[in-house]
C-alpha cells in the first residue's frame, strides 16, 4: 500500500483517550427519538445525543458528565456508570468496558515480562480427541495458541506460520487467503476488532497488543477504520459461512468455552447442523485426513497461509 504511515516502537493505549472516544462514540449512535427525548430543531450541530440530554438521561450534571468524556474517570462512581450505561443503551460487553477504562485497577502492579502462553497438557489431549470437530484454543491478543487436525483441515496450517504470526487479527487483515475463506469476511473482520478493543479496555499496557495495532493499523485500512468505531463485543456463539477449496461451502455453528483457570483463553468448537451439506463436507475433511491439511490449500499463487498442523 503506497504512502504507509511509518511504524512507531508501540507506545501503551492511552486509557484516557479511550474513555473519551469510547464515551463519544456510543453517545453519537444514539438520537433524541430512540431515548424519549423530544427533538427540537431541525438542525443539529453534532451526530447523536448532546452532552446535555445525555447527562439528562443519565441523572448526573453536564458538568460532570463533560468532565468523564473528556476522560477524567477519577473518582466516579459504579451506580454513575451504571446511570450512563443504561442511558446510552451499553449492552453488557460495552458497559464492562467502560468500567474497565473509567474505573481501573486502583492497585497497579509492576509490569511484568510478559510470559509464554501455554495450554494444559489435558486440554491438548481433549482437542485431539474431538474427532470429526475443528477446534482451537485462543489466548491473549486473539492469539492461536493451540488446535486438533479438523480445525487445520478448515482454517489452515497454522503450524507452518512462526508463531508470532499465529494470530486471528493478522490472519484476517493481512491474509489475502482468510478474505476467500470468510464469505462475509465483513462481518468476521467487525467481529474481530470488536474481540480486541474489549481486551484493549483490560490490558491497555499489553506491549504487544501495541505493537499488534501499530502493525494493523499501518498495514490495513479497514482495521484503521474499524478500530476507530470503538465497538466491543464478547466472543460468544454464532455462525460462520466458509467457502472451503476441497469441500466447498460449509455453514458452520461456533460455541466459545471460557476457561476457568485462564480468563484470556478461550476452547472455540464449530459444528454443521446434523444431516446438513456442511456436515457431509466436514465428514470428507476428516476422511481426507492429513490430505486436507496440505499447506498448497490455502496458499493461491503464494497469497497466504494454508492448512495442516
Not at 500500500?1 to 444514539?30: G, H, I, N, Y
Not at 499489553?206 to 477504520?225: M, N, Q, T, Y
Amino acid at each position: 500500500m503506497d504512502d504507509q504511515p511509518e511504524a512507531t516502537s508501540p507506545e501503551p493505549l492511552d486509557r484516557r483517550a479511550e474513555l473519551s472516544e469510547f464515551l463519544r462514540t456510543r453517545r453519537a449512535k444514539l438520537q433524541p427519538q430512540d431515548v424519549g427525548l423530544p427533538e427540537f430543531g431541525r438542525y443539529r450541530r453534532v451526530p447523536g445525543l448532546r452532552r446535555e440530554e445525555l447527562a439528562q438521561l443519565a441523572g448526573v450534571s453536564v458538568a460532570y458528565y463533560t468532565r468523564l468524556e473528556q476522560g477524567n474517570g477519577r473518582n466516579v462512581s459504579a451506580e454513575v456508570l451504571d446511570a450512563i450505561a443504561r442511558a446510552l443503551r451499553l449492552t453488557d460487553a460495552e458497559h464492562a468496558h467502560l468500567t474497565h477504562l473509567a474505573r481501573p485497577s486502583r492497585h497497579k502492579k509492576k509490569r511484568r515480562p510478559a510470559r509464554a502462553q501455554r495450554v494444559r497438557t489435558g486440554l491438548l489431549y481433549l482437542l485431539d480427541s474431538m474427532e470429526g470437530i475443528p477446534a482451537y484454543v485462543t489466548g491473549a491478543r486473539s492469539d492461536i495458541l493451540a488446535w486438533n487436525p479438523m480445525a487445520a483441515a478448515v482454517f489452515g496450517d497454522w503450524g507452518a506460520l512462526p508463531p508470532g504470526e499465529r494470530n486471528w487479527a493478522r490472519l484476517v487483515f493481512l491474509s489475502p487467503a482468510y478474505r476467500d475463506l470468510f464469505v462475509n469476511w465483513d462481518s468476521k473482520a467487525s467481529d474481530m476488532v470488536s474481540y480486541l478493543r474489549l481486551y484493549a479496555g483490560c490490558h491497555p499496557d499489553d506491549p504487544e497488543l501495541s505493537a499488534l495495532v501499530g502493525e494493523l493499523s499501518v498495514k490495513s485500512d479497514e482495521f484503521r477504520r474499524l478500530w476507530a468505531t470503538h465497538n466491543v463485543k464478547e466472543k460468544g456463539h454464532g455462525t460462520k459461512l466458509v467457502r472451503h477449496p476441497l469441500a466447498g461451502d460449509l455453514t458452520l455453528s461456533y460455541e466459545t468455552l471460557n476457561l476457568p483457570d485462564d480468563e484470556e483463553q478461550h476452547l472455540v468448537t464449530y459444528h454443521a447442523e446434523p444431516g446438513s451439506a456442511s456436515a457431509e463436507g466436514l465428514r470428507l475433511l476428516a476422511s481426507w485426513g492429513a490430505d486436507a491439511g496440505r499447506t498448497d490449500l490455502f496458499d493461491d499463487a503464494g497469497r497466504g497461509p494454508a492448512g495442516g498442523r
